[in-house]
């Protein structure tokens, strides 16, 4: 059974860094696409960016420029971070693995925190 583990929310000034991380357990095998979305009270859920097995990335057009995913070289880790930080960035974030098979994971999410 494949397990998302994020880690690295919190509470950060306005201006502020935070990285994200999410790690995958249960099996050893790559994941095609990664991704981070977010979710914001009385808000849809939106996406973040992404980033494929080839490491093709796309941003959601508010996160341009200041925010950064990577991936570890196994294919299994997922990184965001996020620079200059604002109160519209205050959400849940969770993270999304897609498998070969097109299988999609979900992880509990972290909750992130924009506040002086």
């Known amino acids: 059974q494949v397990q998302l583990v994020e880690s690295g929310g919190g509470l950060v000034q306005p201006g502020g860094s935070l990285r994200l991380s999410c790690a995958a357990s249960g099996n050893r095998l790559p994941f095609y696409a990664m991704a981070w979305y977010r979710q914001a009270p009385g808000k849809e859920r939106e996406l973040v960016a992404n980033i494929t097995i080839t490491r093709n990335t796309n941003y959601g057009d508010s996160v341009k420029g200041r925010f950064t995913i990577s991936r570890d070289k196994a294919n299994r880790a997922v990184y965001l971070q996020m620079n200059s930080l604002n109160s519209e960035d205050t959400a849940i974030y969770l993270c999304?693995?897609?498998?070969?098979?097109?299988?999609?994971?979900w992880g509990q999410g972290t909750q992130v925190t924009v506040s002086s």
């Open positions: 999304n693995f897609i498998d070969r098979m097109g299988l999609a994971y």
